[in-house]
């Protein structure tokens, strides 16, 4: 009998039909038995009972995980059986199951709120949970919605190189990687050089990259990889229309994903970030003065906290975009107007106590450029790749990065940003432990 | 005055208008000067004239890819100076141009057909060719139009890592990265046992994943970093359920390119890829047999262009599936039933000649892949994380896997699969030459 899928057996009441999924959770009486099944759709509950006794016989050897082919009818659940939710008014009477897969004993319970390592060193089962499946479907949505937000501002997509010549942003900790020839060759920390040429391609391009941090941070906020959704646009006037870009399309993919996973807030006793009317944009002197803070040249984490309480309360925003950061507290790419100096075109954007975001007006003229980068004390010969776009005419530009995982995490209300990756790396951990010999050779 | 778009003038006739973009081309006629401008939506002429002196003036120093903003009249041509195409029909009057950029003298014309090398030493300026501009869109919408129909068959995206702990495949030469701790970490040859590890989770997923090869190959199909168009799904038959979906996807993708980019086709010289009734499917035996060849473990390029004229020959079809080839030739997770030994369950795409895709349905149970993994002299330990996947329950299941600069290049014609790349890495180059020393420091 062909596949019906879970989600599909509302309009199949009265029927014989055949499911296949895991056991998600297994209740013996004795002489019954009941199985909630999971498939990709969704959950059913299947009874087994006397009148299939070869049926009960082999439920009564089931373990959770176990993967099944049941044949079966579909009966309305007696009225006050019924619970809610999908498929909360039927079940599945099981005349023949078959077992394609057997599972080993869990080490704990699938859904079983666990600590973070023991999270992380059971994966490939964690993963299942409800909650875990909550969170990795939100983030699919968000990497669509904001792709499709994108495209239809009339942004081309393009593959950005994670192996690159260069430690492209000068600074940042780069992880390094042998190369042909005995050279050395780095991890991307950012695919800015790359969004940055294909403005002159395509004047409006975007990304979803894999980047790379070498930093030795601990935090809950740092990966030594994760996932940037980077955009830039050319025939700017200023930050400020790219930022104005940005906040529609968060406005989209937070609206996307609220009505997407309703379910899934519920259950994650999550709420959609509040968008406001409208985003509020404070300087970073602005800022300091709400703050009540000494001036400096970036925010601390405890700031932004505190900036985004603020938000909420004032204009009932979970977003807040901060502007104006002096210019040397900024990438070399940053752009200055002399009228404006010592402050940069730069802004981050922070959602819920994190920055989440950081974007700019970049230089646009090749004399600039260079200077520079000799003003920050790099090499402009090693450059010369990049400097080519600015080489040969580019317009006034400027873009954004947003960080996957921080944003998926900041939107879910996960504690860790490491929660908002399935398969993190950290100073710690690829996949399992470093220190744990059998993962890691050398 | 608002930036009109380029594409959109045929609405504003009689208008006056502002728009931006690049000088594509230039041609001076003394007392008028002729300008092609190029923004993201088209390309329109602009004519410069006496009318308006200051800004024949302007035009005379003007050169290709300068960044301008030019304001004037959209006026219809005279019925015979009329083009072919968008815009053909109208040309701008200019009464002001401003400069946003100057550009430096071009090395080369623009769109001039340049070697490989030339093309890629000189990448920021070449992406912005016709030819590679239409080669980017085309694989953008390639990649997007994978994903979307994915999605509409149930299939989850996530993102898979590219720094992993182990060589996954086991044999594929890899990139080794110095990671913390003096651990080496290694760039992944393909997001495979992550895909796996997921369709315990969501039955259905697909990644769009950068993956590294490190072998020593400087052909006209091999990259060191590419982009991999994965998917992987659970309660299958067999392999065939995994080509029926994989066929489906390639037919989407191919129709939706082929009507979206009419236009590029045609400049590019490039007919789309003939689907044919269906995919004729070969096994590896009577795919020898039709060579008229002697049975060997795998096939050679040459057999390869060979099968793929016999497909579009007797089956009007670009695409050819071969099958069951030796469980000894395929990577170590290939299922093999025991009735069909020595052959697996393991298939490749062949499109025009090369392979673009292999996948098959893979081993499900936990006792068979730990024997498979021994048998294949590696050490089980070494995959403790992704067993788990196995302990805990997975149901017979297959993917597969599209190389996206593979298939970009086949369906565009193009020899070469390193112009199916923006940024091609390989033996010799990461954006420059190796040996040029400015660029890879050390």
């Not at 899928?5 to 013996?28: C, K, T």
């Not at 016989?57 to 089931?62: D, M, N, Y």
């Not at 020839?181 to 002159?200: E, F, R, W």
């Not at 975001?357 to 010369?384: E, L, T, W």
Request: hydrophobic share 40%; net charge negative.
């Amino acid at each position: 009998m062909e596949r019906t899928l879970i989600g599909a057996l509302g309009s199949r009441v009265g029927q014989e039909v055949s499911i296949s999924g895991w056991v998600d959770v297994r209740r013996d009486h004795g002489k019954i038995i009941f199985l909630d099944i999971r498939d990709r759709s969704g959950k059913v509950q299947v009874i087994c009972n006397a009148n299939h006794a070869e049926a009960l016989a082999e439920a009564s050897k089931l373990r959770p995980e176990w993967v099944l082919e049941i044949t079966g009818k579909v009966n309305e659940r007696p009225e006050k059986m019924r619970t809610e939710g999908a498929n909360g008014n039927l079940e599945l009477e099981a005349s023949e199951i078959k077992v394609l897969a057997r599972a080993a004993e869990l080490p704990f319970p699938k859904d079983e709120q666990v600590n973070l390592d023991t999270l992380l060193d059971n994966r490939p089962l964690t993963l299942r949970s409800e909650r875990e499946r909550d969170i990795f479907a939100v983030q699919a949505t968000i990497v669509d919605a904001y792709r499709r937000a994108l495209q239809a501002r009339g942004f081309t997509e393009f593959q950005a190189p994670a192996l690159v010549g260069g430690d492209a942003e000068g600074g940042a900790a780069v992880f390094k990687v042998a190369y042909f020839y005995d050279k050395t060759a780095y991890l991307a920390t950012s695919p800015q050089l790359y969004k940055q040429i294909m403005v002159g391609a395509f004047e409006r391009a975007f990304t979803i990259a894999r980047i790379f941090r070498a930093e030795k941070s601990a935090t809950t906020r740092h990966l030594s990889e994760l996932t940037q959704m980077d955009f830039e646009m050319g025939f700017i006037k200023d930050e400020l229309e790219v930022m104005a870009v940005l906040e529609e399309i968060i406005r989209d993919v937070v609206s996307e994903a609220a009505k997407r996973h309703a379910d899934a807030f519920a259950r994650l006793k999550a709420t959609p970030p509040a968008l406001g009317q409208k985003f509020p944009i404070l300087t970073l002197q602005e800022a300091q003065k709400i703050l009540g803070s000494a001036e400096a040249p970036d925010l601390q984490p405890e700031d932004e906290r505190r900036l985004s309480e603020w938000a909420l309360k004032e204009h009932g925003s979970d977003f807040v975009f901060i502007t104006r950061f002096p210019t040397a507290s900024r990438a070399f790419y940053t752009y200055e107007d002399p009228a404006e100096a010592p402050y940069s075109r730069g802004f981050d954007l922070l959602l819920r106590g994190l920055e989440i975001n950081s974007g700019s007006q970049r230089i646009h003229d090749y004399d600039a450029m260079v200077a520079r980068i000799k003003n920050c004390n790099m090499d402009p010969k090693k450059f010369s790749f990049y400097l080519q776009a600015f080489k040969y005419g580019m317009p006034p530009h400027g873009g954004s990065s947003t960080g996957l995982e921080r944003f998926t995490a900041r939107v879910l209300e996960l504690p860790n940003v490491k929660e908002a990756s399935a398969f993190p790396r950290d100073l710690n951990r690829i996949d399992t432990l470093l220190h744990a010999a059998d993962t890691v050779e050398d």
